[in-house]
């Protein structure tokens, strides 16, 4: 079970970071965040796995996952990377909106400031939620 779903159209690129570093950089050991696509991709790309590495955080076995109702019945937030629109409803779960452009168009030093821009998020949130 976690507590919090980071969901991005094809959970391999802006959620896969947002959880990665929301699990690294936590204060609470008692909650677990993971992530989620509308439509998943067939895998991470590699790019990915690398500049992660670059920021120490392994990606390594990671694959994308379908945001599912079932999976939404586990957690108390979901925290959209720039696809609100497109992500289901779940009743009773808090939804918050982080507006972030997809990267995949990105060139390799757009994707690591992307990849900077999400830690720098995750940071603020964990500060103001207490995570």
Request: charged content about 25%; hydrophobic content about 40%; glycine content about 4%.
């Amino acid at each position: 079970m976690a507590d919090i779903v980071f969901v991005c159209m094809h959970n391999a690129i802006r959620s896969q970071m947002a959880a990665a570093f929301f699990n690294k950089h936590k204060t609470q050991d008692r909650v677990k965040a993971v992530s989620a696509g509308v439509t998943p991709a067939a895998e991470v790309p590699d790019f990915v796995r690398n500049i992660m590495q670059e920021a120490d955080v392994d990606l390594s076995g990671i694959k994308p996952t379908k945001l599912t109702a079932e999976l939404a019945k586990t957690v108390s937030t979901i925290v959209t990377l720039g696809c609100s629109e497109a992500c289901p409803n779940f009743p009773g779960v808090e939804v918050i909106d982080w507006k972030l452009t997809d990267s995949k168009d990105r060139s390799l030093d757009g994707a690591r400031e992307m990849r900077n821009e999400i830690e720098n998020k995750v940071k603020v949130f964990i500060a103001e939620t207490n995570y």
